[in-house]
């Protein structure tokens, strides 16, 4: 599965982006469906999984009630809502797919990853 994230860009805190994450070539693999993201310095973390479904999602404590995943089959792509930005989500965020249900944080259980879109949120 290729994947191609995009929709980063630069934002005012308090602001909203939507990034959408695309497979191209074949439908998603069955596990799910994460963003990721990592700020210079850091280590990449995990901030939100949905199930091939749609019916489960899970969410980091640091983006739960701002950030919304979902999937559009159909469509091949999901989707992260980011409302009420904050300067401290500005990182790189990374969309991967599980081939297999794993565990929904874990990033050594997505074998598919994107390239990477850049979200700056400025203060």
């Known amino acids: 599965v290729q994947l191609q994230a995009f929709g980063g860009g630069l934002a005012q805190a308090g602001a909203y982006l939507r990034l959408s994450c695309a497979a191209s070539?074949?439908?998603?693999?069955?596990?799910?469906m994460g963003w990721f993201r990592q700020s210079p310095g850091e280590e990449r973390e995990f901030v939100a999984a949905?199930?091939?479904?749609?019916?489960?999602?899970y969410y980091a404590d640091s983006v739960k009630g701002r950030f919304t995943i979902s999937r559009d089959n159909a469509k091949n792509t999901v989707y992260l809502q980011m409302n009420s930005l904050k300067p401290e989500d500005t990182a790189v965020y990374y969309c991967?797919?599980?081939?297999?249900?794993?565990?929904?944080?874990?990033?050594?259980?997505?074998?598919?990853w994107g390239q990477g879109t850049q979200v700056t949120v400025s203060s």
């Open positions: 070539g074949q439908t998603f693999s069955a596990g799910f």
């Open positions: 949905i199930s091939w479904s749609g019916g489960s999602t």
């Open positions: 991967a797919n599980q081939r297999y249900s794993g565990v929904y944080y874990s990033e050594d259980d997505y074998e598919y």
